[in-house]
């Protein structure tokens, strides 16, 4: 399974983006993950959306993060709204097939303040 993340750019505090995620190989029977490194920072897991659409998210951005999957396109998507300077960080999605994970390479997301 290859993942390519998308999406990514410079990004005003307080502004949006969306990063989509393509798999090559349907995805409609896994979990899908967004998570991020920051420089300098451990990466965190930023959303979750397993194979019967229901979502999940850590406190930092709930209510503001979106995960969203089109599993007829094998795409996962990852809506960012208000955001904020501590948002910038390389996101990456991840899968897991058989015990086996999956990362695609990231893209980078950047919001000035």
């Known amino acids: 399974v290859q993942l390519q993340a998308s999406g990514g750019g410079l990004v005003q505090a307080g502004g949006s983006l969306r990063l989509s995620c393509a798999a090559s190989?349907?995805?409609?029977?896994?979990?899908m993950d967004w998570y991020r490194q920051a420089p300098g920072k451990q990466r965190e897991w930023v959303a979750t959306?397993?194979?019967?659409?229901?979502?999940s998210y850590p406190d930092s951005v709930k209510g503001r993060f979106t995960i969203s999957r089109d599993n007829a396109k094998n795409t996962v998507y990852l809506q960012m709204n208000s955001l904020k300077p501590e948002d910038t960080a390389v996101y990456y999605c991840?899968?897991?097939?058989?015990?086996?994970?999956?990362w695609g390479r990231g893209t980078l997301v950047t919001v000035s303040s």
């Open positions: 959306v397993t194979s019967g659409g229901t979502t």
């Open positions: 991840r899968t897991q097939i058989a015990n086996r994970q999956y």
């Open positions: 190989t349907s995805i409609s029977s896994y979990h």
